[in-house]
Nanobody, 116 residues
Framework: QVQLVESGGGLVQAGGSLRLSCAAS????????MGWHRQAPGKQRELVAV????????TYADSVKGRFTISRDNAKNTVYLQMNSLKPEDTAVYYC?????????WGQGTQVTVSS
């Protein structure tokens, strides 16, 4: 059974950077589309970025284009989210998702807090 574990969240000042990691255990994700989502307090979970299995295509939410970069290392079963020029509105719990099965597989989330 696949498990996803996120790390790299924390508290950062506006304008700063963080790099999130999501490690998959129990199976490889070489053939899976991977994504990052986030959920702020009182708001619905939203898609942040998606990357295809071979990294040939990436998609970003308009709110993070030009600031965030998704990447993956299939040899390490890890997907990353580099977040630059962070804003207070980026504050949320960030979740990793593997597009497998009917509902996908989710990690437990990592908190990102951006102070103004």
């Amino acid at each position: 059974q696949v498990q996803l574990v996120e790390s790299g969240g924390g508290l950062v000042q506006a304008g700063g950077s963080l790099r999130l990691s999501c490690a998959a255990s129990g199976n490889t994700f070489r053939g899976d589309i991977m994504g990052w989502h986030r959920q702020a307090p009182g708001k619905q979970r939203e898609l942040v970025a998606v990357i295809t299995n071979d990294s040939s295509r990436t998609t970003y939410a308009d709110s993070v284009k030009g600031r965030f970069t998704i990447s993956r290392d299939n040899a390490k079963n890890t997907v990353y989210l580099q977040m630059n020029s962070l804003k207070p509105e980026d504050t949320a719990v960030y979740y990793c998702r593997m597009a497998r099965g009917n509902f996908g597989i989710w990690g437990q989330g990592t908190q990102v807090t951006v102070s103004s």
